[in-house]
T-cell receptor, first 114, second 110 residues
Framework: DVKVTQSSRYLVKRTGEKVFLECVQDMDHENMFWYRQDPGLGLRLIYFSYDVKMKEKGDIPEGYSVSREKKERFSLILESASTNQTSMYLC?????????????FGPGTRLTVT | GENVEQHPSTLSVQEGDSAVIKCTYSDSASNYFPWYKQELGKGPQLIIDIRSNVGEKKDQRIAVTLNKTAKHFSLHITETQPEDSAVYFCAAGSQGNLIFGKGTKLSVKP
């Protein structure tokens, strides 16, 4: 079974703090993704990565950055947390094969910025 | 930009009834259409998917249909059970990325 783990289930941070969200997958997947999930807005893509040290902006990258130093690990960084970044953050991974886009999700990190 | 519309946003059915959730997509290059189920406090889990060379796929009580000409696809759940209560997301994929619908909260009343 594919396993995607996220470092924290719940996190509370103060405005202006630097926040790191970690994601690890154990299935040697090339692709990794970070989404945020808000009520009524569904899942919105923040950043994704197709390979180590590679990153691409998604639909809402402002205020976020990412790091992928190892194939199995993809980190989301909030350089200076703001209250409008309070949300559920979901990490996902998938194989990079033609026609195969199955994404496997972690359990999510609920981040509250006060 | 590319978009996936999902309806309804909430759906309440009696146990044993059928439930249908519908999605439309805008990107004609989309060729992969998964459905995810998200239970409270958990990440989305893939329950069924269909590719553009297939019109229908069934797995026990769940089925998905795809109409590429009309750019819409649907999830059908028969003989619903209380454990089917969850939020369901459709998505459309091309080039390795997925565009998600906004979700449908399904409630199955015993």
């Amino acid at each position: 079974d594919v396993k995607v783990t996220q470092s924290s289930r719940y996190l509370v941070k103060r405005t202006g703090e630097k926040v790191f969200l970690e994601c690890v997958q154990d299935m040697d997947h090339e692709n990794m993704f970070w989404y945020r999930q808000d009520p009524g807005l569904g899942l919105r893509l923040i950043y994704f990565s197709y390979d180590v040290k590679m990153k691409e902006k998604g639909d809402i990258p402002e205020g976020y950055s990412v790091s992928r130093e190892k194939k199995e690990r993809f980190s989301l960084i909030l350089e200076s947390a703001s209250t409008n970044q309070t949300s559920m953050y979901l990490c996902a991974s998938s194989l990079r094969v033609t026609g195969g886009y199955e994404q496997y999700f972690g359990p999510g990190t609920r981040l509250t910025v006060t | 930009g590319e978009n996936v519309e999902q309806h309804p946003s909430t759906l309440s059915v009696q146990e044993g009834d059928s439930a249908v959730i519908k999605c439309t997509y805008s990107d004609s290059a989309s060729n992969y259409f998964p459905w995810y189920k998200q239970e409270l406090g958990k990440g989305p889990q893939l329950i069924i998917d269909i590719r553009s060379n297939v019109g229908e796929k069934k797995d026990q009580r769940i089925a998905v249909t795809l109409n590429k000409t009309a750019k819409h696809f649907s999830l059908h759940i028969t003989e619903t059970q209380p454990e089917d209560s969850a939020v369901y997301f459709c998505a459309a994929g091309s080039q390795g990325n997925l565009i998600f619908g906004k979700g449908t909260k399904l409630s199955v009343k015993p």
